[in-house]
């Protein structure tokens, strides 16, 4: 079984929002129809988005880390979102686990959102249906592009590689060897969900070193200080065997 | 949440109406064992009819929640695995039954069938009753299973939201009957007020119960699950837009403490304490109208309830939008 998703590294995201317009520019102008915006030139613009970058703050000024933080819909593995759909217009993909609304199906009645608890579902105002990530399901499964343009819009995107794409089900693909050797984790992990991406942690990357080891003492070839003979005069080590 | 007004009125509406049939159904019970008098086949039938006029009220309301309501037949699929799905088809079901049972009454249908060890009649509005009165209850636990069903909204995932919706609906519809008879004249007023009073104190048990436990408890996940950075001090500097998006609109009530407060003590007082006094004085003074005054305060403190029971409801995603720098 595939399970395609997205591993997000907040040690290189640099809260650019290229993942965000590209995601809205590709998915506003193709098969599904416009993300509508409401007054988007207007005071107090709003619209449809599938994927927002937030930023968070820790510590304490002036000790702080900055946090941009991509976030988009999860596609869980058991997500909370589809039992609840009373149409069956929220589904996921057997082939290849990503979830999705059918915009012909869906009523509109909103329910969806309340029962993911991640937000990750926007209603569209003008089309009156629920919109989310589809992965760019229209890029990822079109055969006609080569394989190395199969990839969601916000991933080709990223101008610093924070965010791969693959299938986590497959414990070779470069998402599963992210999680695994660089501490990917899910959010919200209490409820069960499942969340299929993950996001990969700051990392420091720094190593033990100390000043005596940068220099070495004994070196035979150090031509500034040559070493002075101890007054004691030759020891063991200065005889050649 | 933020409370939708279709939501509130199709909850409260059909909650009156599946209330009132069920008096209708008890009064035909104990009428039957003889414990009061028989009413005219015509206070059925016009109590079945308020029932559903109560109910279709309530099903219009619920269109106007929907974005494409000309789909909404495709609602009725999910029953398998959505409550709202089942509601939707628990809806209709209880609605044909009421309307089969006043009608069966308003023809005059009531011929018994069969008799039962030779002191119970069966006719068709037993039957039938009985059938819509499964219906009805079937109805409540759906309509309240949809917000109890959801488990990251912790202040629904709790019976005690089966219990408030199934009390304060018969509560409701009792309460009308009570003002039904009264208008009608017949003497079932005291029995009715009775029953809606019983109710009543029960809804006020469960709904206590839960503001109790709604100021209570802390949620499962805080801002560090969240984002996943596990650090004392984490605070959010920005939402990725500033003009507010749907997770904005949809999920914060925008209303402050005092007037929240002030709505949880109106609805106190107007589903449960208010209501209770006049029917005890409407019993003292024999009075004709105070049972309708009764259920229309009663059903305006339920519309206050209803709408304090959305904003009481905190969604976790709100923890990816607490402030803006």
């Known amino acids: 079984m595939t399970q395609l998703a997205l591993v997000i590294?907040?040690?290189?995201?640099?809260?650019?929002?290229?993942?965000?317009?590209?995601?809205?520019?590709?998915?506003?102008?193709?098969?599904?129809?416009?993300?509508?915006?409401?007054?988007?030139?207007?005071?107090?613009?709003?619209?449809?988005?599938?994927?927002?970058?937030?930023?968070?703050?820790?510590?304490?000024?002036p000790n702080t880390e900055t946090y941009h933080f991509p976030k988009s819909c999860l596609h869980c593995e058991d997500p909370p979102c589809v039992p609840v759909c009373p149409t069956g217009a929220s589904y996921k993909r057997e082939d290849n686990g990503v979830v999705l609304v059918d915009y012909d199906k869906c009523i509109g009645c909103k329910y969806c959102s309340w029962a993911c608890p991640y937000g990750a579902r926007e209603f569209?105002?003008?089309?009156?249906?629920?919109?989310?990530?589809?992965?760019?399901?229209?890029?990822?499964?079109?055969?006609?592009?080569?394989?190395?343009?199969?990839?969601?819009?916000?991933?080709?995107?990223?101008?610093?590689?924070?965010?791969?794409?693959?299938?986590?089900?497959?414990?070779?693909?470069?998402?599963?060897?992210?999680?695994?050797?660089?501490?990917?984790?899910?959010?919200?992990?209490?409820?069960?969900?499942?969340?299929s991406n993950h996001y990969l942690p700051r990392r420091k990357t720094?190593?033990?070193?100390h000043e005596d080891e940068l220099v070495r003492v004994d070196n035979p070839l150090k031509k500034e200080a040559l070493p002075t003979l101890p007054e004691a005069g030759e020891t063991l080590d200065d005889v050649a065997w | 949440m933020h409370p939708a007004f279709s939501v509130i009125f199709l909850t409260t509406l059909i909650g009156v109406g599946q209330g009132l049939f069920l008096a209708l159904y008890t009064g035909q019970l104990y009428a039957l064992a003889n414990l009061l008098p028989a009413q005219s086949s015509?206070?059925?039938?016009?109590?079945?009819?308020?029932?559903?006029?109560?109910?279709?009220?309530?099903?219009?309301?619920?269109?106007?929640?929907?974005?494409?309501?000309?789909?909404?037949?495709?609602?009725?699929?999910?029953?398998?695995?959505?409550?709202?799905?089942?509601?939707?088809?628990?809806?209709?079901?209880?609605?044909?039954?009421?309307?089969?049972?006043?009608?069966?009454?308003?023809?005059?249908?009531?011929?018994?069938?069969?008799?039962?060890?030779?002191?119970?009649?069966?006719?068709?509005?037993?039957?039938?009753?009985?059938?819509?009165?499964?219906?009805?209850?079937?109805?409540?636990?759906?309509?309240?299973?949809?917000?109890?069903?959801?488990?990251?909204?912790?202040?629904?995932?709790?019976p005690l939201t089966v219990a408030n919706f199934l009390f304060l609906g018969i509560a409701s519809g009792f309460m009308l009957a009570s003002a039904f008879s009264a208008y009608q004249g017949n003497s079932l007023v005291g029995f009715y007020g009775t029953w809606a009073v019983i109710a009543?104190?029960?809804?006020?048990?469960?709904?206590?119960?839960?503001?109790?436990?709604?100021?209570?408890?802390?949620?499962?996940?805080?801002?560090?699950?969240?984002?996943?950075?596990h650090h004392s001090q984490l605070e959010q500097k920005a939402q990725g837009f500033m003009g507010g998006s749907f997770n904005t609109r949809e999920f914060f009530h925008g209303k402050s403490q005092g007037l929240l407060n002030l709505i949880r003590y109106a609805f106190l007082l107007m589903v449960f304490a208010v209501p209770v006094i006049l029917i005890l004085l409407a019993y003292a003074l024999e009075s004709e109208t105070l049972p309708l005054l009764a259920f229309g305060i009663q059903y305006l403190g339920l519309i206050l309830e209803r709408y304090h029971f959305f904003t009481e409801a905190q969604h976790p995603q709100n923890l990816y939008y607490q402030s803006m720098a």
């Open chain 1, 9 to 61: 590294d907040l040690n290189v995201c640099v809260g650019c929002h290229a993942c965000v317009t590209s995601c809205k520019e590709w998915n506003t102008s193709g098969w599904a129809g416009p993300l509508t915006d409401q007054r988007p030139y207007d005071a107090d613009p709003t619209g449809v988005f599938f994927n927002r970058v937030q930023t968070y703050e820790a510590g304490v000024f």
């Open chain 1, 124 to 195: 569209d105002e003008q089309q009156k249906v629920m919109k989310k990530c589809t992965l760019c399901i229209d890029r990822i499964t079109d055969m006609s592009l080569p394989e190395s343009e199969r990839k969601p819009a916000c991933v080709l995107a990223c101008p610093t590689r924070a965010r791969i794409y693959g299938d986590i089900h497959d414990p070779d693909s470069e998402v599963s060897v992210a999680i695994r050797e660089q501490g990917g984790y899910p959010l919200q992990p209490e409820w069960g969900t499942k969340p």
């Open chain 1, 206 to 209: 720094r190593i033990q070193i």
């Open chain 2, 42 to 158: 015509n206070f059925y039938a016009v109590g079945s009819m308020v029932s559903l006029v109560l109910l279709f009220a309530g099903l219009i309301a619920s269109f106007f929640h929907l974005g494409h309501p000309e789909r909404a037949w495709r609602a009725a699929t999910q029953w398998r695995t959505s409550w709202l799905s089942r509601e939707v088809l628990a809806l209709p079901a209880a609605m044909g039954l009421i309307f089969l049972y006043g009608t069966v009454h308003f023809f005059g249908l009531t011929k018994p069938l069969f008799v039962i060890s030779g002191t119970l009649p069966v006719d068709f509005s037993l039957i039938i009753g009985g059938l819509g009165t499964l219906a009805v209850f079937g109805l409540f636990l759906c309509t309240a299973m949809i917000y109890a069903s959801l488990r990251f909204i912790k202040a629904w995932y709790s």
């Open chain 2, 200 to 229: 009543t104190l029960f809804g006020l048990l469960t709904r206590v119960a839960t503001l109790y436990r709604n100021s209570h408890f802390r949620c499962k996940v805080d801002l560090k699950s969240a984002v996943g950075v």
